[in-house]
Each structure stands twice: as C-alpha cells, then as structure tokens.
T-cell receptor, first 111, second 113 residues
C-alpha cells in the first residue's frame, strides 16, 4: 500500500542549530514533493516545492532535498529560531492531481 | 488580500442534521479541495475539483458531497452527519492542480454528537 512516513517523535533542538526532518515514501512515484508548516489550530502554509529532476531547493534558511532513488526528502532549517517551532508536513502528488500528506513532524526550538 | 475563507469556523451539531461548510477563494484558482485532519491520521483528501462542474473523489469521500457551480466556491455538504465525521476540516486551492502550492483556509472544527 502507499505510505508516507514522517517521524512521529517531536524534534527538540537548540536555537541556532540545524533541524533536519525526513519524509520517506513507498509505492509512490511523485513528480513533485512539497513541504508545509502548520501551527496549532491553523491551516498548513506552503513552504517549498521540489521537482523530481531537482536535487535541492533553498529558500532563505530552508533547504529541501529530493532523492527519488531512496524515495526520500530531507527538510533542513538552518540557524533555527524559537519562531520555527511548528509541525512540518511533507506532501506529494500521486497522479490525477491528487495530493497525499504525511502525518507531520513537530519541531520545538529551545531558546 | 489573497485568501481561502471557510465558514463556520466551529460547529457543534447532532447526528442526521444536514450541514454545509462553505469555502470561497479570491485568487481565481481552478483547483480546490477538501481535507479532514484527525489525530494520528494526518490530512486526508475528501474531494477535489479541477474546475467548475468537475469534481472527483479523494481518499475518504464516503458521507460527503461537494459541488462546484462557481469558480470561487466549493461547499462541503454532509447530508446525514455521523459522529465519525467529527474532525477538523480544511479547504485548499491552487492555480491548476494538486502538484502546485496549496493555499489553505483556517479550518472548520466540526463536532457531531
């Protein structure tokens, strides 16, 4: 069956360090992979999109990689700040314009 | 301001009483969709629409209906709500499809007693 896996345990990280989150998928062949941020009680907010022929994408302190051989995406927040504390979701398209989301990975940045 | 607006934000109702959750976007997006978010299950797609009068089932369509009579609106209809539809619902839109950045509303928390 199709599956998207994100670490269910919260990532606690010291301010200023780099947070790295993993998104693994099975039985999908996405052409695109997206990352979103979700704060409690709010809708997800789009952060980055990476295509299957792109290895890496950056936006300010954020970096995403996409390895279609490993079926994995890594999401990095460099120089993390307390305001980065949130849940981060990966999402991928799986044909017919449908989008599947992982369950999310919580990040807590400790001052 | 570009936004996706859902109403109501909160609703407590009883089993069997038909309800509609409205969703409107002001970005001229062609693609709209509905998700439900449950603890431990994440976001799951209910229905999506590629354009006016075009709707398709997502992963969990049972018990829901949608319509897309106008480009900006995509209401979610629960004809006979049941307690297992208690959830947090999100509407989202994008320019042309699920492979593009999605703009989400702030959510509707539904409680079916």
């Amino acid at each position: 069956s199709q599956k998207i896996e994100q670490n269910s345990e919260a990532l606690n990280i010291q301010e200023g360090k780099t947070a790295t989150l993993t998104c693994n998928y099975t039985n999908y062949s996405p052409a695109y992979l997206q990352w979103y941020r979700q704060d409690p009680g709010r809708g997800p907010v789009f952060l980055l999109l990476i295509r299957e022929n792109e290895k890496e994408k950056r936006k300010e302190r954020l970096k995403v990689t996409f390895d279609t051989t490993l079926k994995q995406s890594l999401f990095h927040i460099t120089a993390s700040q307390p305001a980065d504390s949130a849940t981060y979701l990966c999402a991928l398209d799986y044909g017919n314009n449908r989008l599947a989301f992982g369950k999310g990975n919580q990040v807590v940045v400790i001052p | 301001e570009a936004q996706v607006t859902q109403n109501p934000r909160y609703l407590i109702t009883v089993t069997g009483k038909k309800l509609t959750v409205t969703c409107s976007q002001n970005m001229n997006h062609e693609y709209m969709s509905w998700y439900r978010q449950d603890p431990g299950l994440g976001l799951r797609q209910i229905y999506y629409s590629m354009n006016v009068e075009v709707t398709d089932k997502g992963d969990v369509p049972e018990g829901y209906k949608v319509s897309r009579k106008e480009k900006r609106n995509f209401p979610l209809i629960l004809e006979s709500p049941s307690p297992n539809q208690t959830s947090l619902y999100f509407c989202a839109s994008s320019f042309t499809g699920g492979n593009q950045p999605q703009h989400f509303g702030d959510g509707t928390r539904l409680s079916i007693l």
